[in-house]
């Protein structure tokens, strides 16, 4: 694996904390940018080309996780989600605590199966009855270490299977942040004005994209995000027909047409473009969730706005799948839709 990929994958940087992630990208931005900034809400702004049309590419930072709420008198760690999380993924995994103190391990814990009655035996697991144990035997122990407040991240894990595919913590969206970078590291001379946005806050509302697509007022926006891959089993096609290797995924609607309804002429830049570059493509609908595009479309008096989606599995769960020909396609398709509408009049 690629180790600026993986050191995205393993950063930590819930929503509303994604200070380590941010200082990651402005160091890298740097190298190839011509100004980089982190903004007022926490959202990392770069910008190459000096003229021209406005491009904007966006890619999420933030990553699901939670916060630590309460702190028992036996020393148990009670905590909020922040993001959305499956419960039933919950038990007995294995958490990191970004504290004051360093990185707090911890892992997730509830009732024993063995001790459950009948009726609760039949009834999902809920996060609201779930501790974190780090180890600590009294209240007064943990908070020697830990703090109401103090960000919860799934533990890092990343690598390969298989030599064809990649795994990892946060892919949902550190892969659209590394794509992000390769793509400012391809484009050369450009004649526009290309702004290269980790946006903070996707998971939680969309508003990073929100305040930072109000600051650049782009004639043009793209949204590297992540795609539910449909290739596994008890998924039927109709509900994803997404597969990982497949291609770049372009997004036509999102949540049912409750987030971005792409613009026709977007769709058929997108799709003429990869056919002529040769770019393997899918394409999505997407009935439930959005991106950074739902809020960017609607910024000002609209922005012609596109999503190139990356097919990922087990996409919010401490580990996500996916392909690293499918990044490189994502690549290779915004590069090149990038250069068309710098060329435009």
Known sequence: MDALLKKLLDVSGISGYESEVAALMLHELKKTCDEVCIDSFGNVIARKGKSGTKIMLAAHMDEIGFVVKHISKEGFIWFVKVGGIDDRILLGQRVVIASKQGEIRGVIGAKPPHLLKEEERRKLARHEDMFIDIGCSSKEEVLRKVSIGDP???????GD?????????????????YALLKIMQKLKKVHAQVYAVATAQE??????????????????ALVLDTGVSGDTPQTAEKESALKLSGG????????????LIVNGRVKDLLIETAQRNKIKYQIDVVDGGMTDGATIYMNREGVLTGVLAIPT??????????????????VDLAVKVIERKAAEK
């Open 248 to 259: 770049v995924a372009i997004t036509v609607v999102e949540a049912g047409g409750r987030g």
């Open 313 to 330: 599995r087990y996409v919010h769960s401490p580990t996500g799948v996916f392909s690293a020909a499918d990044v490189e396609a994502t």
């Open 161 to 177: 299977l298989n030599g064809r595919l990649c795994y990892g913590k946060a892919v949902d969206n550190r892969v659209g942040c």
């Open 152 to 158: 919860i991240v799934f533990e890092p894990n990343s």
């Open 203 to 220: 998971e939680v509302g969309l508003k990073g994209a929100r305040t930072s697509s109000f600051r650049i007022a782009p004639d043009f």
